[in-house]
Every structure is written in C-alpha cells, then in structure tokens.
C-alpha cells in the first residue's frame, strides 16, 4: 500500500490530486464506519436473575473479590442470601420473620451489612468474619416504638454514627444512633456506650425514606412534602405529594437531627443517592437528578432514570426505562448519552458494580426477572467494534501520511 501510494504522489500533479481525493474519501468512509459502530460494547442480556438464586432482586450489596449480599424475591418468598468470594452460598435470612419487609441493606465502614429485622432493632450481619457473625442492637428511645427504613454511616474521628430514617406510625422523621467505634466487634465495645436521639421535630408534612451521609455533620434525607393546600387532580380529595430533598444536622451528640434547608422538587420520585468519590451526592430521579455539593448547595439537572450506579472510576451510569435506546454516564458532572445497539429489554429495579462489571436487575417484557450488565472496561478497547475501527483507522492515516511527508522530504533534498 505505501509503495502504490508513494507511486502515485511521484507522478503528474493531476495523478497527486487523485492520491489526495483518494485520502479524504478515506477519511469520511472510516468517519462514517466509526460513528455506525458507536453503540455500547461489553452489554449482556439473560433472563434470570441472579446465577447464584434466581428470583427477582431486591436489593444487592457487592463486596470485595466479587462477593455480594442480596435479598431476593424467589418461588420460596424473599430470601438474604451472602455469595462469598470463594462462590459459596449462605442463606443469611432464615431467621427473619419478614424478609420483605427490610427496605435496606446498608454496607458499613468494614464492609458489615446492617439490616433491621424488626421494630426498634438493628442487626449488623458481619459476612467477612468466620461463620457470619451477627450483631443484634436494640435502639429504644423513651419506649417509643419505630420502624427503621433507612440507614447512613459517616466517620466521627475514631467513631463512627448513624443516621437512620424512621417510620414512627403516623408519620416518618430521623433519628440519630452514636457513637459507635471501630472495629465493630466486639459488640460491647462498639455499640456498649451507643445511644439513640429523639425523632426529628420539624418532619410535619415530610415522609422520609432514605438517608445518605454528606459532610461532618451534615446528612441528607429524601422522601415526599405533603402539601395540604394543593389537591392531586386524579384524587380531589388526597393533598398532592412532591419530591423533597432535606439538607441535615446532626454530630452525635444527645440532641435531635434538625432540617436546616430544603429543595422541593416538581415531580417525579427520587429512587438513588449516590455518593461520589469526592464526597458531594448525586440524587438521582424519575424526573431530574440533583447535584448536593459539600456545602449543601443544590443543581438540578433534566437526567430523568429509573436506577443509577457509581462505577470504579468514579462515573454515574443512569438506566432509564423499559424501551429506552441509551444509557446516560455521568462523568465529572457532564451527562453524556451512551446509545444501545437494541432497545433496553428489561425495567432496571436495582443496580450494583463490581470488578468493573455494571450490573441492572429488574424485570423483563414477559414479566420475569432478567439483569442486564454493562462491561466498562469494553469501552473503547480494541477487542469492540469501535474500537477496532479507531486502531486501523489510526494505522491507515498514519501510514498514508508518513508517506506523504517522506515524499516531500525527499522531492525537497532533491531540489536544493
């Protein structure tokens, strides 16, 4: 190739023209091969659940070495189950009395995994220790009786403290729980001087569900503001419910979280926060996603999704619904859409990572449980298509223009 190419720039300049034309047709032809083969590589499709379990997931923690814990919906009922990174199966949930009803699998500071089994109970399951150790915490308040929905960890120096959202029967508030030290075990020693704050006092109108830490402090609660002046039009009679984010105070001590500020927004419902690697949350929703910076500071964008997910890298990939053609990653605060070669075949529920693998668990067109995984690492590597046609592209154009540039280097030690 470089010798005919080299031939034809050493002729008449009308055949030179002809080289010339010959390089920018080649140019658009492999532009357009490489915009046609710009769809998402590394994606898998299968009909089932989780390998391990098979059922529809509800929630999924993943650990080191591939192990993760998940609570799953299978033709038994809900079960806990632990897949440990030598790929044995525990079944961690035969004890509880209602598996479906834990909303939560919160991964702790040593890669524990709290739960709340019951009423005014947490559990920490510690599933890197021998025979999966457990840790019952009883959190009373006054004899006050509460459910446990949610709960956030964050450092406090040589401690550590929690967050919790709660449902106190006929309404929803936050409640603290500390300090706890590190390791958690002993139990004794961890949660022996631990106490448990009061509820919340100005969550008249909120129903919170979900808490995530912020900064040294300072939390953040999501859930729904009930307007009482404003009528839902399909229900008169029901007041209208919108998304709310809740910036939070709380450090420990024996006095009650307080909302210090908050973001109403117009629609839509709140299913994610993530935490980015720099400490900020991304608050990721059916209608907008919000960016909570460290000072609380609120930006709202127009990314609607369904589950979202921090990979390995520190990017926010966003599944949207059933149908959709492209999957939003979010790198450095800048959405970008990632086309899908066929239509997202499944409604993403959950969503988890682990050794670069992005994984969506939901349910499928017939109605069965199905999970969709994302290969990040396929990204532009030479083995997918794209990337395939970048290297040849590359060695093509380098080549063509070496030559070129040799034959005017030689033409002008020729003419001196």
């Known amino acids: 190739m470089a010798k005919g190419w080299r031939g034809l720039l050493e002729e008449e300049s009308e055949h030179q023209w002809v080289a010339i034309s010959g390089f920018f047709v080649f140019i658009i032809i492999g532009a357009i091969a490489i915009q046609g083969t710009s769809s998402l590589p590394g994606v898998d499709y299968r009909s089932n659940g989780l390998e391990t379990v098979d059922g529809r997931v509800m929630n999924i923690v993943y650990g080191e070495s591939g192990s993760y814990t998940a609570s799953v919906l299978s033709d038994e009922g809900g079960v806990i189950f632990h897949y440990d990174k030598n790929g044995d199966v525990r079944d961690i949930g035969a004890d509880y009395e209602d598996v479906l009803g834990m909303t939560f699998l919160t991964q702790l500071h040593d890669g524990s995994i709290a739960v709340s089994p019951s009423n005014n109970t947490l559990e920490v399951i510690h599933v890197n220790s021998e025979n999966l150790q457990r840790t019952i915490i009883p959190v009373n308040f006054n004899q006050e009786t509460f459910d446990i929905l949610d709960v956030a960890e964050q450092s406090n120096g040589d401690a550590y403290h929690w967050l919790m959202a709660t449902d106190e029967g006929n309404s929803t508030s936050l409640r603290g729980f500390g300090n706890i030290a590190s390791p958690l075990q002993p ?230």
């Open 187 to 416: 139990a004794q020693a961890a949660f022996g001087e631990a106490t448990v704050t009061s509820a919340m006092v100005n969550s008249d109108g909120y129903e919170w569900n979900m808490v995530e830490a912020l900064d040294d402090g300072t939390w953040v609660a999501v859930g729904l503001m009930i307007n009482p002046m404003e009528a839902d039009e399909n229900s008169p009679a029901a007041p209208i419910k919108k998304p709310v984010i809740g910036i939070i105070s709380w450090s420990a001590g024996p006095s009650a979280p307080m909302l210090i500020s908050y973001e109403e927004l117009n629609q839509g419902e709140i299913h994610s926060l993530v935490k980015m690697d720099n400490g900020s949350i991304l608050a990721a929703g059916t209608d907008s996603a919000v960016h909570i910076s460290l000072d609380g500071a609120m930006t709202e964008m127009h990314v609607s999704s369904e589950s979202a997910v921090l990979d390995e890298k520190g990017d926010v990939w966003m599944f949207g619904s059933q149908g959709s053609t492209s999957i939003i990653r979010m790198r450095d605060g800048i959405p970008e859409k990632m086309p899908l070669a066929r239509q997202l075949p499944l409604s993403v529920e959950v969503s988890g990572v682990s050794d670069d693998v992005i994984y969506g668990f939901g349910i499928g067109q017939s109605g069965e449980p199905s999970t969709y995984s994302i290969d990040t690492l396929a990204i532009g590597s030479i083995e997918s298509g794209r990337g395939l046609l970048n290297f040849l592209f590359f060695t093509a154009s380098s080549v063509v223009m070496g030559v070129m540039l040799w034959t005017a280097f030689t033409r002008m030690r020729q003419n001196q």
